[in-house]
């Protein structure tokens, strides 16, 4: 995935989701991080229902 600022790539595991991600920068480094994929799916729930809420503020707008 590419961002506007920011270059992101994943990869799961049985047990968890591993990400690297760095800045589109040509000197940036790579930096990872590792995610439990219970925990990576009840944090995404969230964000998605963040967005929703946020959808539905700017469609009654």
Do not use: G
């Not at 270059?7 to 040509?26: C, G, K, Y």
């Amino acid at each position: 995935m590419t961002f506007d600022h920011m270059q992101v790539d994943a990869e799961m595991t049985n047990r968890a989701i591993l990400f690297s991600f760095r800045s589109h920068d040509e000197n940036a480094h790579w930096r990872e991080a590792r995610v439990d994929k219970r925990e990576f799916l009840t944090v995404w729930r969230q964000a998605a229902a963040c967005i929703e809420a946020i959808l539905a503020q700017a469609n009654e707008s």
